[in-house]
Every structure is written in C-alpha cells, then in structure tokens.
C-alpha cells in the first residue's frame, strides 16, 4: 500500500531532483492534515508522517488510516513527546517501543524511520532506535535563514525558507497542526515542482538514490 507508484514520475525518479517531507505530531489537526495531503496530491507527491502513540490512543486511527491510502508513509515520533535526549537508554526503547506495537496493531505497520521530538538526537537515542526494530533516526535540513537545525516554518517566511533551504535529497521538518503550514503547503509544493523536485516519502527517497541506509546514526537528508 505504501509504495503505489500511481504517478509517472516514479518509473524514471532519478531524472527530478527529490525532497521527502516530513511531517510531525501526527495524529493532529484533521483540517490542516487533510490540506497538506490534498496539496501534495495534486502536485503527485508523497511524505512521512512522524507519528505520536499517545495521540493514536487519542481516537486518531482514521486520521492516520487516511494518509496511508494516500500512500503516505507513518514513521515513528515517540509515544509522549518528552525530551527524550534526556533520557536513559532503557527508557528511550520503553517510549519508541510503545509507538511501534500500537502500529503494529492498529495500523499493521512496522515504522522504518524514528523522528526525535525537538530533533534531540545523540547517540543514546540512535542507539536504543536501531534496537526497536531497526529503525533509523531522521531530523531534517537547517534553515539557512535562521542557521538552525529545526523547523522549516520557524524563519517567518515558511515559502521563502521551504524553496530557498531545498536541494536534492533533502528532508524537512514540518509540523501540519500549524495552520500556516498547512496553508503554505500547496504554494510551496506548486514552486518546488515548477523547479523540478518531486516529493516522496523518506522511505522512497533512499530507494529512488539506491542508498541503503544504516542505523545508529542520525539522517539530515538522504546522504546522512
Ligand atoms: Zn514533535
């Protein structure tokens, strides 16, 4: 189910340049969610969505349901959002191993990627992800305007900073419970498009590359 190929792009990717979106805090606002899916569809994209166990048990089933028949991909964004950088290794696994089972059962999915909540990554925590069924850790790009490693949205112009910030293979942080980013989400899609990018999820993007990626470490974008 995830990996649909419905759009032509996909039999020849190596000819776009790529950029997996990564969309965090899901499941969140159904409104905003259901506007980024809808952009991204019309301009025959796909993304990740870095799920919260606490928010499936929440009653946001159907919300995660709907992105996956749109062929999105649900990674894993811990099950409280704590601070988990913090945190001792034992307690890493407990909080990503939460989010997995619920997954695995409500959803039937084994998520490949783990998204730190506030990007707190350090080797503890890449560590204790390969250990939960050999997930990775993916953050993203830095903003070049405000120089930091965190979200595309946080420069003030989240159209200028998502188009200027882009390059081939590139991952963002993206967060659809702001309704700004669900807003810009189809002006951003349509000048990336016109500029020759495709979207897809992270999963696709290391395929499309031919990269095979590896655990205990952290990914910024699809080189490492
Ligand atoms: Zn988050």
Redesign the pocket.
């Known amino acids: 189910m995830l990996d649909q190929k419905k759009y032509t792009w996909q039999s020849h990717p190596q000819d776009f340049k790529l950029i997996a979106f990564g969309f ?2 899901l499941p969140c606002s159904e409104k905003n969610v259901k506007m980024v899916v809808e952009a991204l569809a019309k301009y025959e994209g796909f993304a990740t969505c870095f799920v919260l166990g606490e928010n499936i048990e929440k009653g946001g089933k159907s919300l995660l349901e709907y992105v996956v028949q749109y062929g999105f991909e649900l990674g894993n ?1 811990s099950y409280s ?1 704590p601070r988990i950088g913090k945190y001792a290794y034992e307690e890493i696994v407990t909080e990503l191993q939460k989010t997995n089972d619920l997954l695995k059962r409500e959803m039937g999915i084994t998520p490949k990627w783990f998204r730190p ?1 506030y990007l707190m990554n350090n080797s503890t925590v890449e560590v204790a992800c390969f250990a939960v069924d050999g997930m990775c850790v993916v953050n993203g790009l830095k903003n070049s305007r405000t120089n930091v490693w965190y979200h595309v949205e946080d420069g003030g112009d989240i159209l200028r900073d998502a188009v200027d910030n882009a390059y081939d293979g590139a991952i963002y942080v993206m967060h659809p419970a702001r309704s700004t980013t669900a807003m810009a989400m189809e002006e951003i899609c349509k000048a990336l498009y016109d500029k020759g990018y495709r979207f897809c999820t992270v999963s696709q993007l290391f395929e499309y590359k031919g990269i095979v990626p590896l655990g205990n470490k952290t990914y910024h974008d699809v080189n490492g």
């Open positions: 965090d805090d964004h959002h909540p």
